[in-house]
């Protein structure tokens, strides 16, 4: 079992930026691939970035490219996703998901929430006009 410890949401203004922070609790994270989701209120969750977590290579939804950025720290066992220029739409909570079923990295697979394994508890992100 993997639990997923999220850190790093807040209230920012529109144009700033914040960074969160995602570390599987309790042992080293030894799967494919890590991932962040989002979810509005009234509306589904939505991918956001994934990232290999053997060999870095990262993909995202096409309204966040050119402002976040998802990294991963195999030392410190932790996930990063550094968002810059947000915007008001870019509001909700945050997730961290981890994938450890299939055994390589695969952008197409992974930016599915129904192909993740374990999930964090969520954090918010409020970006005010």
């Known amino acids: 079992q993997v639990q997923l410890v999220e850190s790093g949401g807040g209230l920012v203004q529109a144009g700033g930026s914040l960074r969160l922070s995602c570390a599987p609790s309790g042992r080293t994270f030894s799967g494919s691939a890590m991932g962040w989701f989002r979810q509005a209120p009234g509306k589904e969750r939505e991918f956001v970035a994934t990232?290999?977590?053997?060999?870095?290579?990262?993909y995202y939804t096409d309204p966040v490219k050119g402002r976040f950025t998802i990294s991963r720290d195999n030392a410190k066992n932790t996930v990063y996703l550094q968002m810059n220029s947000l915007k008001p739409e870019d509001t909700a909570v945050y997730y961290c998901a981890a994938g450890v079923k299939l055994p390589y990295f695969s952008s197409n697979y992974y930016s599915r929430a129904r192909n993740y394994d374990y999930w964090g508890q969520g954090t918010q992100v409020t970006v005010s006009s």
């Open positions: 990232i290999s977590w053997s060999i870095g290579n990262t």
